[in-house]
């Protein structure tokens, strides 16, 4: 297992040292790994943190946004820095388990010799710890969201997935693509299968988005992925022998 993990985060200060530990833990059996933590601009005690850490963890790069660009813009940083050829993201908050992180490496690499053209396993919080409309707001949006797009995936709003990181850098780049990665890929000729993963409750900090925010910012966003899933073109090509 060669693997990547990108971690995006902002002002989580508080969490960042006891997710690294679990996912040092996690990856012990890797032949090789290493841990991209992308600060997105944080305020808080985040930058120090990481530096202070990163001293006793060799396995752990750092990376600064000046300034805040958003979470897909922080994964696209860490994907494009990344030395292997798996990824695998988690978000910063710890709600996601990096314990699952060896079991979706194995789906995705057995699944991958009987449909080649497999490139993400999508964790799916079946059962999840959220507050009650979060539950509800999210159901909601997952189901609208695969009604429009056709994606076929029960919550692109978790933040374990992993993937193949060179065909994620073809992927159309833009603000908050990281919502829409598995129609991004049925788009350009790949498959996605979801599996089921841990989810924990937030233990410290807040969630970084209201749910206003995330319903018109979704709207937009979900109209611009039609646009671009009705102008993809995928032809059967081969190359001519020399005759």
Request: glycine residues 6%.
């Amino acid at each position: 297992m060669e693997v990547s993990v990108v971690v995006p985060v902002y002002n989580e200060a508080d969490n960042i040292g006891a997710l690294i530990a679990e996912i040092v833990a996690a990856m012990s059996q890797a032949k090789a790994y290493e841990i991209i933590y992308v600060d997105d601009g944080s305020n808080d005690n985040t930058a120090a943190v990481l530096k202070q850490i990163q001293q006793d963890i060799k396995t752990l790069r750092v990376i600064r946004h000046q300034q805040s660009c958003g979470q897909s813009t922080a994964i696209f940083t860490g994907v494009k820095a990344a030395t292997y050829p798996c990824i695998a993201t988690l978000d910063g908050d710890g709600q996601n388990d990096p314990a699952d992180i060896p079991r979706l490496y194995e789906v995705l690499m057995r699944q991958r010799k009987i449909t080649s053209n497999l490139l993400m396993v999508a964790g799916w919080r079946n059962k999840r710890h959220d507050s009650a409309w979060r539950l509800f707001s999210s159901k909601v949006a997952n189901a609208i969201r695969s009604r429009l797009l056709g994606d076929n995936t029960p919550d692109t709003g978790c933040g374990l997935k992993l993937f193949l990181r060179d065909e994620f850098l073809v992927l159309p780049y833009f603000d908050h693509m990281h919502r829409f990665l598995p129609a991004l890929i049925l788009r350009a000729g790949g498959q996605v299968i979801s599996e089921p993963v841990n989810h924990r409750a937030r233990v410290h900090g807040y969630s970084k988005y209201g749910t206003l925010d995330r319903l018109w910012v979704g709207i937009t966003d979900i109209l611009g992925v039609i646009w671009l899933q009705k102008r993809a073109k995928l032809p059967e090509a081969h190359e001519v022998e020399r005759g």
